[in-house]
């Protein structure tokens, strides 16, 4: 029997699109007709408005200076060549993340030292970063950053990886990509850490119609830094005071982002309506439902649950029309570029590799219709 049609994408950018084209599309003309394309009026006007979005959710209202880049992965390469950390540094994440972090911290010819998650949250174990800065392993560089990886839109145990890592005078860099608008303990994700990096790719809960990224930090000098490196190391036009890349944000993804932000709440309250609503078609079922650590509110960019022997599973979703999708299949240290190569913390990645034999994600993005997730309920209830 073939599959039917699939009737619930797990995934549907166009859809985004389509639900606010009006919008964009004078966003999109308006850029057109200004004759200015990188770095202008509407680039500044969304890292103000991001800032002060960020800074609505800081702890005590600390102001957060935004800088826009172009992705993701260059906003947490352009935050640790700001911070001067580089060769001759170690910088710690997780291999259950996109492979973008890791290639981030290689980009600025940094050591990546790879630890492993804890696999209720799938974020960073703070007990094995404890145990690697009170114990380094042999022949690395020392340790001068983190990277704690808010994977799906749950925070990381910030409140344990903090204080240790400010002990111990390392820097925090929050990986922001799948959780904008996520909180812990009523404070924004992306304001805990010395800086933030937020991809803005197509899928992710606040997205551009490309590729685009944005950092902050509460660092006014850091921001500046950042502002300079991003742009030849120009500190004044045409000039470079200091070395720097090319990382610029488009005019055209920063105008339809300034559309995006204002409905970014609402976005994700209807992502965590979707979740309340697989959460009790799982209820009594074989299938727990995605753990949320006390003190968060997740975001929900992925709905991931845990399934040994997951393809028969997915297969008979794929049966009812419903896509599925696994993030990730390979974690980094095992895939071809890295695995024997990369260093790994004590825990060898082990909750790492058995977490991506069993994840699976389900659908879940705003525009999905109550029909649609009604669909993959019935779907779920029949496995
Ligand atoms: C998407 C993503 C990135 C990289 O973002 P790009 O914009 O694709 O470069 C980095 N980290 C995580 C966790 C991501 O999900």
Redesign the pocket.
């Known amino acids: 029997m073939n599959a039917p049609d699939i009737l619930v994408p797990q995934a549907d950018p166009g859809a985004a699109y389509r639900a606010h084209q009006a919008e964009i599309d004078a966003a999109i003309s308006r850029v057109l007709a200004s004759g200015w394309y990188i770095l202008g009026q509407e680039g500044a006007a969304f890292e103000k408005e991001y800032g002060r979005w960020l800074t609505e959710g800081s702890a005590g209202g600390a102001e957060q200076h935004a800088v826009g880049c172009a992705?993701?992965?260059?906003?947490?390469a352009l935050i640790l060549r700001a911070m001067d950390i580089g060769p001759g540094s170690t910088v710690a994440t997780v291999a259950h993340?996109?492979v973008?972090?890791v290639a981030?911290i290689e980009m600025v010819g940094a050591t990546p030292l790879l630890l492993d998650i804890d696999p209720q949250t799938y974020c960073l174990d703070p007990e094995e970063l404890r145990a690697v800065i009170a114990s380094p392993p042999a022949g690395l560089p020392p340790l001068r950053a983190v990277i704690p990886?808010?994977?799906y839109g749950h925070a990381c145990d910030l409140t344990a990886i903090l204080p240790m890592c400010r002990d111990a005078g390392i820097r925090v860099i929050e990986?922001v990509?799948?959780a904008h608008g996520a909180r812990l303990d009523g404070q924004m994700l992306g304001t805990f850490g010395d800086a933030a990096?937020f991809?803005?790719?197509p899928?992710?809960n606040l997205a551009a119609l490309g590729?685009?990224?944005i950092t902050a930090t509460r660092d006014e000098a850091l921001a500046k830094r950042m502002g300079a490196v991003r742009q030849y190391g120009w500190h004044r036009r045409y000039i470079s005071d200091e070395v720097g890349i090319n990382t610029r944000l488009d005019e055209l993804q920063a105008a339809v982002l300034r559309v995006r932000l204002p409905k970014l709440a609402a976005a994700n309250a209807r992502r965590r309506e979707i979740a309340a609503a697989y959460d009790a078609a799982l209820a009594d079922g074989p299938i727990a439902a995605p753990f949320r650590a006390p003190g968060v509110e997740h975001v929900f960019?992925q709905y991931v649950v845990r399934v040994p022997g997951r393809e028969a599973v997915m297969a008979k979703l794929r049966m009812q029309g419903v896509a599925t999708a696994i993030?990730y299949p390979v974690p980094v240290h095992e895939q071809g570029a890295y695995a024997g190569r990369v260093a790994l913390g004590p825990a060898r990645c082990a909750e790492t590799s058995r977490a991506a034999t069993e994840i699976m994600s389900l659908p879940v993005y705003p525009e999905m219709t109550d029909r649609q997730v009604e669909r993959v309920c019935a779907a779920l209830r029949a496995v």
């Open positions: 992705n993701g992965t260059d906003a947490i993340t996109a973008a972090t981030a990886v808010h994977i990986d990509a799948q990096a991809s803005l790719y899928t992710k590729d685009a990224g960019h993030h």
